[in-house]
C-alpha cells in the first residue's frame, strides 16, 4: 500500500513540474493600413485582438474618421491625414467610416 500513495505522490509531483504557465501566442506584427477617402472602396481586413493597428486616412475634404466600437476618433484634412492608432482588446466586425457616411474598410477581429 504504501508503494502505491509513494507512486502516486512521485506522479503528482512530476505532473506540478510539468504543467507551468502556458506560454502566450507571439504578438502578430502590427496591422498598417494607408486608406484614401477620395478613392474609397469598402474591403474587408482581418486583424487578432491584440494586434497593434494603423490607419492613415487621407482625404482632400476635412472629415472625421471614426472607428465603431473601438471609439477612435481623428480628423484628415487635405495635406494632413488622419492617423488612427489602436490596439483592440475584443473580438468583432469595426466599421472604419468617415463620417457621415463612406465606409472606408470593415475591421475583422478574430
Request: aromatic share 2%; glycine share 6%.
Amino acid at each position: 500500500m504504501k508503494t502505491v500513495h509513494a507512486l502516486v505522490l512521485a506522479l503528482l509531483v512530476l505532473a506540478g513540474c510539468s504543467s507551468g504557465p502556458e506560454a502566450a501566442p507571439p504578438a502578430a506584427d502590427p496591422l498598417v493600413l494607408a486608406l484614401s477617402v477620395d478613392q474609397a472602396s469598402p474591403q474587408t481586413v482581418e486583424a487578432v485582438r491584440g494586434q497593434a493597428v494603423e490607419l492613415t486616412v487621407t482625404s482632400e475634404e476635412p472629415v472625421d474618421v471614426h472607428v465603431h466600437g473601438v471609439d477612435v476618433l481623428a480628423r484628415a484634412e487635405r495635406g494632413k491625414p488622419a492617423v488612427l492608432a489602436f490596439t483592440p482588446a475584443r473580438t468583432g466586425t469595426f466599421d472604419v467610416e468617415a463620417h457621415p457616411d463612406t465606409l472606408l474598410v470593415r475591421l475583422v477581429v478574430r
